[in-house]
């Protein structure tokens, strides 16, 4: 490939004459924490390893705490200071982080980076980006655990620009990292606003205008009948035959429904001919989907619906549980919220059995209650919660086109391909 004039090509890649290429070591003091297992306490002075650096981000809250006296022996050899930089060297290798905060805690199985010839926002820049992280991959030592050693970190080869033209980068990325925070944020807060609507609206405790009247408590078994689904691995799983509905797909989801139509290309397909399979494993539109194992409390009232306008062969499948309407009492669109309130989740839990994995059986399942208003009452109610999901989906879709936005200035302005006056 042609090299345009005022750019070279180096050993690590296409960059401006003027930039330096230079090794991580002459730009930082690169040193790692303790090699000793300390002993735990139930509070002390926390003690960070690489499982809490993840996704740039410093988690504090998620740590486990050694005492004073140990602290001040692990800090003779490794203290952090206020912006040093933070990377994980086994794990999640290469997650970094700036340490902005007042650094009191002490650190193991991750590199210590004290930038000394370098603008430290711009080096933090430059290793969290796609372009540092793939060089990084190419280097990792170790088998099959990978890590990268100090040794190989200090020769990493990078190319610099002066510091005038660090700060410059460095501000113009982090202002793209404001925006994606203050996107985090909103994405959060609204979420929070649409749970706290659901628990309101789902249980009567707030009435849209127009509605009275007390609401009827119905058992799930006088709504629904319940069925298992059809047991087929995810080995068994491809591009060619039926849907197939895993619950492990239900787990992955974030969605309270799943499209037969939309999201076809999505949906796993299973090989079989349909007379192996039951009628009441065959999903229509309407049904609700429920998990029957969850390795966690949180998972065990897991469910989608299924929106199946033209009956598409789509199976119920491995560790699932089909509800199919008895009545026309819950519209469907109401099904994809009425399930998720505090008071469902807490029943579930009460019939959850298992320890290491959890999960509710076909016999318990109808024995759950349910508030149920007017059926106009739920359309009105499951509009207002759709709208809101709408607005979420529209920032969700903003915040990746943000994300997107700064990965192709990173790629252009840490290479120096566009260059910032």
């Known amino acids: 490939m042609e090299v345009k004039p005022g750019y070279t090509q180096t050993d690590v890649g296409v960059f401006p004459d003027e930039w330096n290429i230079c090794s991580l070591g002459s730009l ?15 509070q002390g002075v926390p003690f960070v390893t690489s499982k809490n650096i993840v996704d740039g981000q410093l988690d504090l809250e998620n740590v486990s705490y050694i005492s004073e006296r140990d602290a001040a022996e692990f800090d003779k050899r490794s203290k952090v200071d206020l912006h040093d930089i933070l990377m994980s060297m086994i794990g999640t290798i290469g997650s970094a982080v700036l340490v902005e905060c007042e650094p009191n805690f002490c650190i193991k199985n991750v ?28 280097n990792l030592d170790g088998g099959i655990q990978k890590f990268i050693s100090l040794g190989t970190l200090r020769q990493l080869r990078v190319a610099m620009p002066d510091e005038t033209e660090q700060r410059a980068i ?41 509605f009275h009247g007390d609401w ?17 691995s995810r080995d068994q799983l491809s591009t060619e035959g039926h849907c197939y509905l ?16 939309a999201d076809y290309q999505d949906i796993p397909k299973l090989d079989i001919p349909l007379k192996r399979v039951s009628s009441n494993s065959l999903l229509k539109d309407g049904d609700v989907v429920f998990v029957d194992a969850s390795e966690d409390d949180e998972g065990t009232s897991r469910h989608v619906v299924v929106v ?42 009460f019939y959850a059995v298992g320890t290491k994995v959890s999960g509710i059986s076909k016999t318990n399942i109808p024995k759950l209650t349910l508030p149920v208003p007017s059926v106009p009452e739920q359309t009105a109610i499951a509009a207002v919660l759709r709208d809101m999901d709408a607005e979420l989906a529209l920032l969700t879709q903003r915040l990746e086109k943000t994300r997107a936005l700064k990965q192709g200035m990173m790629q252009e302005l840490l290479t120096g391909r566009t260059r910032l006056i």
């Not at 009827?216 to 087929?232: H, M, N, P, Q, W």
């Not at 895993?246 to 037969?260: E, L, M, N, P, R």
Request: with cysteine.
């Open 216 to 232: 009827e408590v119905k058992i799930l078994g006088d709504l629904f009948t319940f069925s298992g689904g059809y047991s087929a």
């Open 246 to 261: 895993h619950y492990g797909d239900i787990h992955g989801s974030t969605k309270a429904c799943v499209d037969a139509r």
């Open 170 to 210: 460095a501000t113009a990325l982090s202002d793209v990292d404001a925006l994606l925070g203050a996107l985090d944020r909103l994405i959060a807060k609204k979420r929070d606003l649409k749970q706290a609507a659901m628990q309101q609206l789902l249980t009567g405790q707030t009435r849209l205008p127009g």
């Open 28 to 42: 930082c003091d690169v040193r790692d924490g303790t090699h000793e297992s300390p002993r735990f306490f139930k």
């Open 308 to 349: 199946n306008k033209d009956n598409v062969p789509f199976i119920s499948g491995l560790h699932t549980i089909a509800a199919k309407s008895k009545t026309d009492e819950l519209a469907h669109e109401y099904r994809r919220y009425c399930f998720q309130t505090t008071a469902i989740r807490q029943q579930f839990l």
């Open 111 to 138: 590199a210590l980076l004290k930038p000394q010839n370098v603008d430290p926002p711009f080096l933090i820049q430059l290793i969290n980006s796609p372009i540092f992280q793939r060089y990084l991959a190419d």
